[in-house]
């Protein structure tokens, strides 16, 4: 009898307790979370067929007109072909910056982006090249002698007007060499693109969608990590960083990319950060449609940080780094005329502050391991 009461108060217990645990009270209730299930390999569709292949062909586009507008100058050197061909040579470069983050599969492989946009430009091996007339840009040691920063020289550096430049390259051997040596840059930068083009529109697109798992060797994982360090190393360090001495204590405006074109490198900076913050927010190349992203993805995961939506703190202080870069001068003057450069120190500050969003809070969110390492001491 003791034994049958006792199974009865069991029973009750546990009816009770379930009771408990389903109560409509939103005060109550267990605190386990509830499962997601976000679609990775829908963010990689959109990846690949709305951002990263769109973006390559628009760069590529570009290439073609600049390597045109080259051809044009150089069967007939005048100051107005010269101007379309720096001018070709601006929109080239800012449509590179919506691909550079992109160094992931065929990129990677070929070391694309160091052959493209090494900077600062040799410039004493650009000369050496151009005297002698015999190089070999496929060499990883003259990296910093091609690409887009050794056209900046060419363009912008060598001459204080463009008449001055329009007779250097007018006649004689060293204004042929130029010209051959312009032309095997274009030759070099197209031949690369055009391979890495041609594995995204070939097999690489599908080894990336169905690569769809939640490895480290996993699509979304490992370009998560490229996407990380391309924000820190080369948007952050590399175009303001670096310039400025945050690292090294003494400010190197020689450093900066597009040195010879003062006006451009904060142009560049606010091209690459708006790159990046589009393909956060899953973006389509050319379009206000959006598809899913790491901003959806926070979403989906309820990321928050200090109670706030994480993805929606990211896109403020992006849009506050904008703002105050927006607000500065060249970043060449801001550097040489003000000891130290206060206004820009203080825009990189808000260019940091994106960093650990990414590198801790949105990784932890989504189980992601950082698999490069830091050597900034930030």
Request: hydrophobic share 40%; glycine share 6%; proline share 3%.
């Amino acid at each position: 009898m003791k034994r049958k009461w006792y199974f009865v108060f069991v029973v009750a217990l546990v009816i009770w307790g379930c009771s408990s645990d389903s109560s409509d009270d939103p005060g109550a209730g267990s605190n386990e979370e509830l499962p997601v299930s976000f679609d990775r390999r829908a963010m990689l569709v959109n990846w690949a067929d709305n951002i990263i292949v769109p973006s390559y062909r628009a760069f590529q586009s570009e290439l073609s007109d600049l390597k045109t507008a080259f051809e044009t100058f150089s069967s007939n050197k005048n100051m107005d072909n010269l101007v379309l061909f720096r001018e070709a040579w601006v929109e080239a470069y800012l449509a590179w910056q919506s691909v550079s983050m992109f160094e992931t599969g065929p990129a990677e492989t070929i070391g694309y982006r160091l052959n493209m946009n090494t900077y600062p430009t040799d410039t004493d091996l650009i000369n050496s090249f151009i005297s002698t007339g015999s190089y070999d840009l496929s060499l990883p040691a003259n990296r910093d002698a091609k690409g887009f920063a050794a056209l900046d020289y060419l363009l912008n550096g060598l001459e204080d007007t463009d008449a001055g430049l329009v007779i250097r390259w007018t006649s004689g051997t060293e204004a042929d060499n130029t010209m051959d040596y312009i032309a095997a840059l274009l030759a070099d930068m197209t031949s690369l693109t055009d391979s890495v083009v041609g594995e995204w529109e070939g097999s690489y697109r599908n080894t990336f969608v169905e690569n769809d798992g939640s490895s480290a060797t996993a699509s979304v994982d490992r370009y998560v990590n490229d996407y990380i360090f391309y924000y820190e190393k080369f948007l952050r360090a590399g175009k303001m960083g670096i310039p400025l001495g945050v690292f090294s204590g003494t400010p190197a405006p020689n450093t900066l990319e597009v040195f010879y074109s003062p006006d451009l490198s904060k142009a560049m900076f606010l091209a690459g950060l708006g790159a990046v913050q589009d393909f956060f927010n899953g973006k389509h190349f050319g379009s206000n449609t959006t598809g899913e992203s790491l901003a959806s993805y926070l979403n989906e995961l309820n990321t928050l940080k200090n109670g706030e939506d994480l993805s929606q703190l990211v896109n403020d202080q992006m849009d506050l780094a904008r703002s105050m870069v927006m607000d500065l001068d060249s970043f060449r003057n801001e550097i040489e005329n003000n000891s130290p450069p206060t206004n820009m120190l203080l825009a990189y500050d808000e260019v940091q502050r994106v960093v650990p969003f990414f590198k801790v809070d949105m990784v932890s969110a989504m189980s992601i391991s950082i698999d490069f390492v830091d050597a900034d001491g930030d």
